[in-house]
């Protein structure tokens, strides 16, 4: 079965998951999110597996998200059914995750973005190398970031997780374990040994070999961001970057601007909410957002220029954040 895009088999005491996708950077389909469930539910009983080890093929990626050429794809076509089974199975199978009986470790080398970080963050153990990068970019496709992202940004240190959000902005390797991302940090030269560690010796392996963290890279400004993007509107934090003035406020100001200014307006409210939820019900929330974003016409226009055609000039409709209708976003988040 080294063709098939999840390689799910035993090793010693673990059942261990391959993502084997690398060309498409092990993004997510359905067939793989259905073979990952499938795998997770049949170990769950089998009193051999003590824990699960999860990674991606081809060093380039863990998993770089879902497959959303394929969901806007459906979106034109106006399939609904196909959209609502892609969100639904992969939401359950983050839940899954979350409550899996069984020590569940997520070893991330390279990019994870989006459902990468839903089949990892949700893990007892996230271990990243110096090679990883972390992202939760759906601002910048006119989506939000989901998956649980709006149950887990929101329990991020400060407003740490409101400026990810956002923002899109990216964390590599040790940074994503100070923002609490990840959970362990092994240099990548240490990483083809750890699963057959984890086989042979249990998960006390990870910490094993994990060490010290270095500096977080965000640590001049964590200040800032929690006196920026702990405000209780886009509006005040767009009027906090604009008054902070320095370098950094200068970026994430500009990345607030480039991004859908209809996703910046749903996604702050919606990992609001997400802060007073648990993850079922965020998931659920989520669910439902799902079935109107999807069909949004900046949905389309950012997975063209960013994926399809890549570009990377969308025009997004409104243009502006200011110009962009409180009762939209109400009726989206309804």
């Not at 050429?69 to 089974?85: H, N, P, T």
């Not at 940074?175 to 699963?195: N, Q």
């Not at 996703?263 to 079935?291: C, H, M, P, Y």
């Amino acid at each position: 079965m080294t063709d098939a895009t999840v390689i799910a088999s035993r090793q010693g005491r673990i059942g261990h998951i391959l993502l084997n996708r690398p060309k498409a950077l092990n993004a997510l389909d359905l067939s793989m999110i259905r073979a990952m469930t499938a795998a997770l539910q049949g170990w769950a009983d089998d009193a051999a597996v003590h824990a699960v080890v999860v990674e991606g093929a081809g060093g380039r990626a863990f998993c770089a998200g879902g497959d959303i050429r394929a969901i806007r794809a459906a979106a034109l076509d106006g399939d609904k059914v196909s959209i609502e089974a892609f969100f639904a199975e992969e939401y359950a199978l983050n839940a899954l995750i979350d409550m899996y009986p069984k020590p569940y470790v997520a070893l991330i080398d390279g990019v994870c973005m989006g459902g990468g970080i839903g089949i990892s963050v949700h893990a007892d153990i996230r271990v990243t190398t110096e090679a990883s990068l972390f992202a939760m970019p759906e601002t910048a496709i006119a989506l939000f970031p989901d998956v649980g992202a709006t149950f887990m940004l929101p329990r991020l240190p400060g407003a740490l997780g409101m400026y990810l959000g956002l923002t899109g902005a990216r964390l590599h390797g040790a940074d994503a374990v100070h923002a609490g991302i990840a959970t362990h940090y092994v240099p990548k030269a240490k990483f083809p040994g750890l699963k057959d560690a984890i086989a042979a010796d249990g998960v006390a392996a990870v910490a094993g070999v994990a060490e010290t963290l270095p500096e977080f890279s965000l640590a001049p400004h964590r200040a800032a961001i929690d006196r920026c993007f702990g405000q209780d509107s886009v509006k005040a934090i767009l009027a906090a970057l604009e008054a902070e003035g320095t370098e950094w406020a200068h970026e994430a100001l500009h990345e607030l601007r480039a991004v859908s200014p209809s996703s910046v307006l749903w996604t702050f409210a919606a990992i609001r909410r997400g802060a007073g939820l648990d993850l079922k019900a965020a998931l659920n929330a989520e669910l439902r957002l799902t079935r109107h974003v999807a069909f949004h016409r900046d949905f389309a226009e950012g997975v063209r220029a960013m994926l399809v055609d890549k570009d990377r000039s969308p025009k997004w409709n409104p243009a502006r954040i200011e110009d962009v209708s409180a009762a939209d976003i109400a009726a989206v988040l309804a």
